[in-house]
């Protein structure tokens, strides 16, 4: 089971790649809802649609966050922007040690709504650059497709 959440979490994480942006007008209300309720006060700077579930992008106390909610308005997860000096060790140095030649340029906290954390390190070579993410010891996960190009910039 504990595999299974891992896998689904790593799935959804490494969905974001193909997102679509929206309008706040084409959120259903049950999303908008559920977000206020979680976050109240908080101003979503952008929405996205990522496949069946929705993506909201804002700050929560001064750090660039983004939540994701299912169609209902169900909360799933949390990814907070962090220092890289702040992720785990195991996590720098297998960076270090499996991505050669790469610079580790942002890093990322998920929380899923059972309160399991991960982490991900954005790894960047000239115009390309991936996400590996990995458990809250720094065991690496996965590895997103390599992009190539200039990163959208939030």
Known sequence: MKTMLMI?????TFSFANAQKMNEAEIPATVKNGFA????GA?????????TDYEAEFHLNKVESSAVFDAN???????????????PKAVTDYCTK???????????KITDATGKVMYEAEMSKGKEHFDALFDDK?????????????????
């Open 98 to 108: 499996n991505y050669v030649g790469h610079k580790l340029t942002e890093a990322a």
């Open 37 to 40: 309720k979680k976050y109240p």
């Open 73 to 87: 308005g169900t909360f799933k997860e949390l990814e907070q922007e962090i220092k890289t000096s702040e992720l």
């Open 138 to 154: 720094g065991n690496f996960i996965k590895k997103s497709d390599t992009e190539t190009g200039e990163e959208e910039k939030d």
């Open 43 to 51: 101003k979503v700077e952008k929405w996205e649609k990522e496949g």
């Open 8 to 12: 689904a979490a790593s799935m959804l």
